[in-house]
């Protein structure tokens, strides 16, 4: 007899199939935000838990600083100190002795978890445990002065921040002369509905309302009556600890546990990420109720900080009854009533069922510095005398300066009640301003009488303070003939500590050994300004040094500006100078070597094999990066002036390092500087061109040429080509708006290219090339969007990739605000092809009058 399948059974098995694992989706959560890193280490981590944490090197673009150190130890035992799935993110550690910042691109906004690791590992150069310093986010303080004073200490800090931007960073601040350091860092989506916006109010009866104002720190989390619970078997990967340790009186308790499946979830109140069912599935009840016929409160103390204010929130599930209504019991929060004869049954409605109520205890309330959890029989006739509890979480709520240590804020502020001396300050103040005013009427009246003529007698520009420009011009009031390196050690840089030291003067004979008498053969690079050789200074290390061949009045300024920018300029995205000589009229520069040449031989012109997308990103992020913080980081805001695919230059790990600043200017923020028109060929902005007038936009344009030229793997100007494809740039941008780049991308890596991440990239580009400097975004914004670039075409390429899928995988929204600066260029450049060939031959004249 054979068995044969309806189909109504076989599609309803699937309906089946379908409605079960709706069900499962519902009591996991996936993070749309989801960061995890492992700070200092080499290959990517994977924990126990299933979690991989990514490696320094994917995460780079991330972090904005201005140097590269990187401590890491093999092997420490610190088996018995954590719990054991983590204890792989403290092997290793970044350091940082000058204020760094993670950027996070963050896809959805809400509360995020902030996970912090930290363990002073042993460095040969660098003593972490005596290291002092700050982290901060965009508005709250999360540790201020924050030592981790044992070798062998783990430190775990766990935060829940709402953000509300769409971007996120976590500022770590070295004290002075002291240093940073960082395990492992987690930012993370947490569910929206976690957090409400209210709670019961312990100390003044009633509701407190504001908690979405306030960020939270975890104090504590305790699985009462169970054993420890640890980030695998927790939706949200949190870590619950046993809470044995905190019960003052475990004579008159007793531990409950029933089974995980019998936890029942409500229709509304708990879900399974409120806390999985194993906290609700263990509880401490009071030892033989019936028997002993005493009444006592089981309590649990908590050491928590002073002078901040907490949110508890407490589980409770009714596993130990047999019957509804039977369980009436007080809970207490430092002897304050928390609930009066709570009846779990009439919340619940069942037995077995999750519940759990949020209270907030004012600062006022934590006299001596613990908090007090209580929970005994309400003295009513009916039900037994019992009372339970599951589970207890304390978290620390930011303070009046936003702060979680300290009363100084974000800024720097201190925030904090004023002291005696201060008021009594105030009061003098308040006396001067009344004085202030009454002069200031004496003065009105007066003037109203002036007598005849006063003007001639006295200026108004005798009243105008001289605006001081000497700070405006030391810049370039170093003379070329200035020899002592101690002109440098006074340049520093920004906040006055300079970890690589001041540039050092050479004697020409020590540059002749390095070069071997300046040997041809060591030639790497030729330019406008002379040649390049590579040289090999007396301990080992490899330097790039550029000899000026000094004729032109043109050379010699440009060796005086390139020294004089770089002398003050430290940027992990910079190439660093390492000292200088100008023995005997010489005029050479000793840099840092960059063993993976300039970026252009990459992409095109040689044999080398070509980079991937990622890398193309990447080193484009990098330049992004130099240039943003030439732009607005540096004291002075720099113009670069000639930003080409040859002037940025890749070390050993190809990361992006930009050079020559022999044009570079300083032209503040959103000025305008007149003067001549520099620059190369191709990559000239028409507008600076035709106007003469340079903004820190030019560098936008050339770096939005850059750009395309990275995407498409042909030179910039390619004369033998058709008229219209001549220029790169504006052959592109045509073609793009005919919705036909794609002909022209680099045929090597087109394929791999996610279509998302070009979407972006090639908006960037557009918005660069943009024929007005107004409309042209700056570079932030162009790093912003390279860098949501990236993570698009990080997220697609591990959907592509099975074996990464579990984790990382960074959904963005496409409704950022940044999408809304696209401006409408209404084909102008399109339309001019003409126009812009007139501009092109022009170019030309003034690039050949210049040698470059
Ligand atoms: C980790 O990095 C080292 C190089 O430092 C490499 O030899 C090793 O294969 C990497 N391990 C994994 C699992 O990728
Ligand atoms: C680490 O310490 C534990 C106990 O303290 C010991 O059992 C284990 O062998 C140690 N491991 C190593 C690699 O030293
Ligand atoms: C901390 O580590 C340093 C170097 O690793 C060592 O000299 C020192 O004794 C250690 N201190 C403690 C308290 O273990
Ligand atoms: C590191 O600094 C700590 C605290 O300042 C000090 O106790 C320790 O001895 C120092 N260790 C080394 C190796 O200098
Ligand atoms: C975050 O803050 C915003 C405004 O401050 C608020 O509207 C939002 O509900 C908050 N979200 C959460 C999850 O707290
Ligand atoms: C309940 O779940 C936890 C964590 O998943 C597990 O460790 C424990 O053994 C389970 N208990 C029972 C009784 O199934
Ligand atoms: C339980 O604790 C509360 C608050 O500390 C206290 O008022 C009450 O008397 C205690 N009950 C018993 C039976 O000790
Ligand atoms: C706080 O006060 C309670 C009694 O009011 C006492 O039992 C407890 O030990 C005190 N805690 C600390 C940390 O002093």
Redesign the pocket.
């Known amino acids: 007899m054979g068995i044969e399948k309806h189909p109504f059974v076989s599609s309803l098995s699937l309906l089946f199939i379908f409605a079960y694992s709706a069900c499962a989706i519902d009591s996991s959560f996936s993070p749309t935000v989801n960061y995890l890193i492992d700070c200092g280490s080499i290959n990517k981590t994977k924990l126990k838990d299933g979690r991989t944490f990514k490696s320094d090197r994917e995460t780079t673009s991330l972090l904005d600083t201005t140097e590269d150190i990187q401590a890491s130890v093999n092997y420490i035992n610190i088996t018995n100190k954590v719990s054991s799935s983590s204890l792989p993110l403290y092997h290793t550690a970044r350091l940082f002795t000058e204020e760094s910042t993670y950027i996070f691109y963050i896809s959805k906004t809400g509360r995020l978890w902030i996970r912090l690791y930290f363990l002073p590992l ?1 460095h040969p150069s660098y003593n972490l ?1 005596s290291a002092v310093f700050s982290v901060h986010t965009d508005h709250f303080v999360l540790l201020h002065e924050f030592s981790v004073t ?3 200490t783990l430190v775990f800090k766990e935060y829940l921040v709402n953000v509300s931007d769409s971007r996120f960073s976590l500022k770590f601040k070295p004290m002075k002369n002291s240093l940073a350091f960082i395990n492992a860092i987690e930012v993370v989506s947490a569910p929206d509905t976690l957090i409400s916006d209210s709670a019961t109010a312990v100390a003044r009866l009633g509701e407190f309302k504001g908690l979405f104002q306030s960020a939270l720190q975890v104090s504590y989390r305790v699985n009462i009556g169970g054993p420890a619970i640890t980030p695998d078997s927790d939706t949200l990967s949190r870590t619950w600890v046993s809470g044995a340790s905190y019960n003052t009186f475990p004579q008159g308790s007793e531990n409950v546990v029933v089974s995980n499946k019998s936890i029942k979830y409500p229709q509304t109140g708990a879900t399974p990420l409120i806390a999985p069912n194993f906290v609700y599935a263990t509880a401490a009840e009071m030892k033989d109720p019936k028997i002993m016929q005493s009444n006592f409160n089981l309590s649990w103390m908590m050491k928590v900080e002073k002078s901040y204010s907490y949110l508890i929130r407490l589980h409770f599930c009714d596993i130990v009854s047999k019957a509804l209504n039977e369980l009436y019991f007080n809970v207490y929060i430092n002897g304050m009533v928390g609930v009066s004869s709570l009846d779990l049954s009439s919340q619940t409605k069942a037995l077995s069922t999750a519940y759990y109520q949020d209270f907030v205890l004012s600062e006022s309330a934590i006299a001596n510095g613990s908090i007090l959890v209580q929970v005994g029989p309400a003295n009513l006739q009916q039900g037994t005398a019992n009372a339970i509890l599951n589970g207890i979480e304390v978290m620390k709520m930011s303070n009046c300066a936003g702060s979680f240590d300290g009363l100084v804020s974000v800024d720097g502020k201190y925030k904090g009640p004023t002291n005696k001396a201060i008021k009594i300050a105030a009061v003098c103040g308040l006396g001067l301003a009344v004085m202030g005013m009454l002069l200031l009427a004496v003065t009105i009246i007066r003037w109203h009488k002036r007598p005849q003529g006063w003007e001639k007698r006295k200026t108004i520009s005798s009243w105008i303070i001289p605006i001081n420009s000497t700070c405006k011009t030391s810049l370039f009031s170093m003379k070329s003939s200035c020899r002592s390196s101690s002109t440098f050690s006074s340049h520093k840089s920004r906040n006055g500590h300079s970890p690589r030291g001041p540039a050092r003067f050479f004697p020409f004979g020590e540059l002749q050994q390095a070069t071997h008498n300046f040997d041809e053969r060591g030639v790497i690079g030729v330019g406008g300004f002379g040649k390049v050789y590579l040289g090999t200074l007396e301990d080992g290390k490899k330097v790039a040094i550029k000899r000026g061949n000094g004729s032109t009045e043109q050379g010699i300024n440009e060796f005086r500006t390139e020294l004089n920018m770089l002398s003050q300029l430290r940027h992990r995205h910079l190439v660093s100078l390492i000292g200088f000589c100008d023995e005997n009229s010489e005029m050479i520069i000793v840099y840092e070597y960059m063993a993976n040449g300039p970026f252009r031989s990459h992409i095109y012109g040689s044999n080398l094999p070509p980079l991937s997308w990622k890398q193309r990103l990447e080193i484009c992020i990098g330049a992004a990066r130099g240039l943003h913080y030439l732009h607005t980081g540096a004291a002075q805001s720099i113009t670069h002036r000639d930003v080409k695919t040859t002037n940025i230059l890749l070390d050993e790990n190809y990361v992006a390092k930009v050079s020559d600043f022999g044009l570079s200017k300083v032209v503040p923020e959103k000025a305008q500087v007149s003067t001549a028109v520099k620059g190369s060929f191709g990559y000239l902005d028409p507008e600076y061109f035709r106007s003469q007038q340079l903004t820190q936009k030019s560098d936008v344009y050339s770096f939005g040429v850059v750009l395309i030229e990275v995407l498409c793997a042909r030179p910039v100007i390619f004369p033998t080509l058709p008229r219209e494809q001549v220029n790169l740039a504006d052959w592109a941008i045509q073609q793009h708006r005919r919705g036909m780049l794609h002909k022209l991308i680099d045929p090597r890596i087109v394929d791999t290219i996610s279509a998302e991440s070009l979407k972006k990239y090639v908006e960037a580009a557009d918005k660069c090339l943009a024929d007005h400097g107004v409309d042209r975004p700056n570079m932030g914004d162009v790093l912003w969007h390279l860098e949501y670039a990236l993570q698009l075409h990080e997220a697609a390429s591990q959907i592509n990739e099975p074996e990464d899928q579990s984790v990382n995988l960074i959904a963005f929204q496409h409704t950022k605000e940044n999408d809304s600066i696209e401006a409408d260029h209404s084909g102008a450049q399109a339309s001019d092809v003409s126009d812009t060939t007139d501009v092109d031959s022009a170019f030309s004249q003034v690039v050949n009058m210049h040698g470059r």
């Open positions: 042993p445990t044992k070798n062998d």
